[in-house]
């Protein structure tokens, strides 16, 4: 998994206060979001009341940068106000002299000098229709060579097939389930089935409570998943070095839009409105 020394890709993380579902105003894409901060997300979860459990939430993901497929462009901005293209298929970085994090990093590492890692990106929220890998570095490669290549032994593979919980996806799933750990190394936290008069492992109601009449999709799900004997959190890294990532659409998957129907017969319609999408 060589990378050329150069990338023409360019994946810059920054600060933002709520990511949206939908990449443009049209509602035609959902968007792939990468973040750090999974441990202060999961406290934020377990905080949070079920009722506030909505997609794309701010208090969720605040250090995060979200990913256009089909434009195959980031959220950030270069200093002339373009978006930065991030190409589908293509391996990029959020943590190296040609795709820094910031721009106080880019003298940090080195080609043939030294190596050094600053962060990691730790969970995404995948749409259905999507496959994202992540991995840590070759630093020692980088180091020699100036050359970027994936650590084989850290690849993380998501896949976000119809039959996955993607985020979104036709499969229900919980707000947890858009919180996908990208380190090979993460850890898990086992969650303990609670009495229906205990306090929830979210918020600040008990199951009866908060459970008796869910107030949404994400709601319902996470009562469904916390009434099993137990379920499990991620736990960020101790020291975190993923920051290579690629993303591609899954067989079937595309772009496609209402009008791009035609042609497949009278009785095929989409998936659904936004893209990621696919002829049913």
């Not at 810059?12 to 990468?34: D, F, Y």
């Not at 996955?164 to 919180?179: E, I």
């Not at 008796?212 to 916390?226: H, L």
């Amino acid at each position: 998994m060589l990378l050329a020394r150069a990338l023409c890709c360019v994946l810059l993380l920054s600060a933002a206060s709520c990511l949206p579902v939908h990449t443009t105003s049209s509602n035609a894409t959902q968007a792939l979001v990468l973040c750090r901060s999974l441990d202060a997300a999961v406290r934020e979860l377990s905080e949070c009341e079920l009722d506030e459990h909505v997609l794309g939430a701010a208090w969720l993901e605040r250090d995060c940068v979200s990913i256009d497929p089909c434009f195959q462009e980031s959220s950030n901005e270069d200093h002339y106000g373009n978006l930065l293209p991030a190409l589908a298929g293509m391996w990029l970085s959020g943590n190296s002299i040609a795709l820094p994090i910031g721009v106080e990093r880019l003298s940090d590492a080195e080609a043939g000098v030294r190596a050094e890692s600053h962060g990691s990106l730790e969970f995404a929220r995948v749409p259905e229709g999507l496959r994202l890998q992540a991995c840590t570095p070759d630093f020692n490669l980088w180091r020699r060579e100036g050359a970027l290549a994936c650590n084989e032994k850290t690849l993380v593979s998501i896949s976000a097939a119809a039959t996955a919980h993607a985020c979104p996806g036709t499969r229900a799933h919980s707000l947890l389930d858009c919180v996908k750990p990208l380190q090979s190394d993460d850890g898990v936290q086992t969650l303990v089935r609670r009495a229906s008069a205990e306090k929830m492992h979210f918020g600040p109601h008990t199951y009866t409570e908060a459970c008796t009449a869910p107030s949404n999709a994400f709601a319902e799900q996470a009562c469904s998943d916390v009434a099993e004997y137990s379920m499990t959190v991620p736990v960020a890294a101790a020291i975190g070095s993923t920051s290579l990532i690629k993303y591609e659409f899954l067989e079937g998957y595309d772009c496609r839009r209402g009008t791009e129907v035609q042609g497949y017969g009278n009785d095929k319609v989409l998936l659904r409105a936004a893209a990621p999408n696919k002829v049913l």
